[in-house]
């Protein structure tokens, strides 16, 4: 027997978003109504959404879409004119995300380019000029230039896993030397906070956390002759398949931020899923992340970024034409099992605060919510092995007025938010079965 403990009357903080995303929602178009999973993703309450892979995706507009060189086409234009950029598709978009009731997180830069020849990816011929363009995309989406808008973006991600490189060499996101972006990155983030110190500025979405030259060279460069760049947010990504992976690398880049006198940055994992290996294990990572192993990996993830020093995980893909998009069927656009934990996720971001929880064996993931909107709690049964068996689990529940009366949902890979019986037993426990990827919600009658 395996015991979960509860103290809602014992709270810790706050959920944190670890339930955001890269990418919104496909709304339909006039042809094809029928296919939308917009109710779907605005129903699951994502709070922010990363725009990064976007001009991937036709029916967001495709290369016309977010990248700072599609909005900005032509680099030889005035970037003081609203004539030098075409923000239609992106406008057309980011509506659609904020239509859900997502907030934007808006990254500056390109979309990943696989290709041999590089459009979006090279280093830009004046980094000052690159600076001004992007203040005026942050001027159109936030204080309405160029017939904009006044959305509520606050961040403003500066590039794409810069330090990212193929084993034969090539470069996908940054065609130029480390010292480059690092150049890049402090003149346009020392141009942007300038401009706009309200919002949050930072990067550089880092592939390899561990990668020394990268996370080091890249925090010397900010904080060189004295002066200190602006690094309101570090971005980094993560592809395992093992949570306990994601907890010791957000403790590591928390200690590296620190120790950098970085106190105040936030921690935002904003790439992140379900990997068993890039190469002969890819298809059989791909069948985890669209059905059950990948929706209990998600869960137990967001449970381990809770726990940890992250202040928000992003999962990647939202977007319904990518192989890791475990969220929505590509075809029917309809949910997958990897939809709900974020749907569960959400119950418990709403309540608001983190109560107290622990669980008896590592692979037995709990985190609990309080507040207004009742008191619920996660629990996951994820290992990384594949050979592991069922589990009794007694979940001991306090805290409350004692007279609750608990639903139990299960997400397993026969029931899809299927109510269980839950009476108490003698002791006051609630006990089930859990087989290997499951994941069990609880909540009051209130949640």
Known sequence: MEFVNVNFDHTIGRIKPMHAVNNGPLAGSDVEQVRSNFDDYKAAGIPYARNHDASFCSSYGGEHTVDVHAVFPDFSKNPYDPRSYDFALTDDYLATIVNAGTKVFYRLGSKIEHWRKKYGTIVPADFRKWAVVCEHIVRHYTLGWADGFHYDVEYWEIWNEPDGVKTNGDQPNWSGTPEQFYELYITAATHLKKCFPALKIGGPALSWVKNEKWLSGFLKALTENGERAPLDFFSWH?????????RIDAEYVRKILDEAGFVKTE???NEWNYMEGWTDRFVSTILGI?????????????TTGQKTPIDMMMYYDARVNTVFNGMFDLYTMKPLKGYYPFVMFSALYKAGNEAESTSSHAHIHVVAATGETGKAAMITYYSPEK???????????AGGSGKERWQAKILDKDRTME??????CRDGSLRFELEPDSVLFLSDAEA
């Open 419 to 424: 109510t269980l019986p839950c009476p108490p």
């Open 290 to 302: 669209i059905g059950m192993r990948g929706a209990a990996f998600t869960a137990a993830a967001m």
């Open 267 to 269: 921690s935002i994992l």
């Open 238 to 246: 993560a592809y395992p398949n093992d949570p306990e992976s994601i």
């Open 387 to 397: 050979d592991a068996g069922p589990k009794e689990v007694a979940v001991r529940l």
